[in-house]
Structure formats: structure tokens, C-alpha cells
């Protein structure tokens, strides 16, 4: 029994190891870029709140670890096209994602917005940390890409992900990675 709980321990240490080495945190944000809607990841939910208003409603899924319910992730929606995410679900939690799905008046502190054109990204933020894209579609186009924009020093685990659709931004998610 000590052999396995051993070889299970090196294996998780193997895996975070690997884990760590794929997030590139040579980010090329500031700290004070990563803001959409004048709210950081900074903000808690009682700011947002006092700011933005009352969420029209929330959904919530059960995350799952070892077999059982590990938290509820909870999402605060305003309209269809906003999407807030808090650590907790309390007035003083921290948002660790904010999600926007079209051009609602939301934008970046540098002025990015959901239906600006894919070429503005590289204007603003330069190359991104990453990008992926899926596969070309029938006609040869790529169906969506995502560029990925990390921080840097102590915000090297908030990031910029905007999803591009046919040279247009289709969606800006502002994450604090797990």
C-alpha cells in the first residue's frame, strides 16, 4: 500500500510538473491592462454589484474531485451576453472570470470589443502569448481562433482570451487561471 500511495504521489508531482511547464507566463499584459468594463479580477462580487446592478440570474453546475460534489460554479449572468464568475458564493468574493458574448458596452481598458476586427488584437497587445485555432472548415477557413493574452509578474495567472470567428471578435473571456 505505501508503494502505490508512493507511485500515486510521484505521478501527481509528474503531471503538476507538466501542468506548470505548458502555462507560458512570459505574459505581455500589465496588471493594469487586465480590466474589461472597468472591472478587474481585483473586484468582488459586492463591487460589481454596486456598479453594474443585481445579476438577472444565476446558474449554477457541481464540480466534481474524487467522486464527489468538490464546489458549485456559480455564474452570475446579466442579459446573454455578460457572464460573471466569483471563488465563492458571497457579497466579498473575488470574480475570477468575466464573459462577453457581444458588443454590449463592455470593453477592454485599451478599447477592444466584442465585433471589432481579428486585426485589431495585434494592433493593440501585439503577437499573443498564445494562439490556437481548430481545424479549416469545408471552404479552407479557420472556424475559430483564440488568441491569449497573459499578464506579467504577479498577474501572470489573469489572462485575455478572445475568441475570433471569421476575422471578427466574437468573445472576450477575462480569466483568473486555475
Not at 496588471?31 to 444565476?58: H, K
Not at 474524487?66 to 464546489?71: A, E, P, Q, S, T
Not at 460573471?84 to 458564493?89: A, L, M, N, Q, S
Not at 498564445?130 to 499578464?151: C, H, R, V
Request: aromatic share 14%; with cysteine.
Amino acid at each position: 500500500m505505501k508503494k502505490i500511495n508512493f507511485l500515486v504521489i510521484l505521478l501527481l508531482m509528474v503531471l503538476q510538473a507538466q501542468c506548470f511547464a505548458v502555462v507560458d507566463t512570459h505574459g505581455t499584459l500589465n496588471p493594469q491592462q487586465l480590466v474589461i468594463g472597468g472591472i478587474s479580477l481585483r473586484n468582488t462580487r459586492a463591487y460589481f454589484e454596486q456598479v453594474y446592478g443585481p445579476a438577472d440570474f444565476c446558474s449554477s453546475k457541481k464540480q466534481y474531485a474524487h467522486g464527489r460534489v468538490y464546489y458549485y460554479d456559480k455564474t452570475y449572468h446579466y442579459g446573454n451576453s455578460l457572464a460573471v464568475k466569483y471563488f465563492e458564493d458571497n457579497r466579498d468574493s473575488q470574480i475570477y472570470e468575466i464573459k462577453v458574448t457581444a458588443n454590449n458596452g463592455f470593453a477592454t481598458i485599451d478599447g477592444v470589443t466584442v465585433g471589432m476586427p481579428e486585426k485589431v488584437l495585434r494592433a493593440v497587445y501585439g503577437a499573443p502569448t498564445t494562439l490556437q485555432a481548430e481545424s479549416p472548415s469545408k471552404d479552407g477557413k479557420m472556424e475559430n481562433k483564440e488568441y491569449i493574452y497573459y499578464g506579467v509578474g504577479g498577474s501572470c495567472l489573469q489572462y485575455f482570451r478572445f475568441t475570433v470567428r471569421d476575422g471578427v471578435i466574437k468573445e472576450i473571456v477575462l480569466h483568473w487561471s486555475d
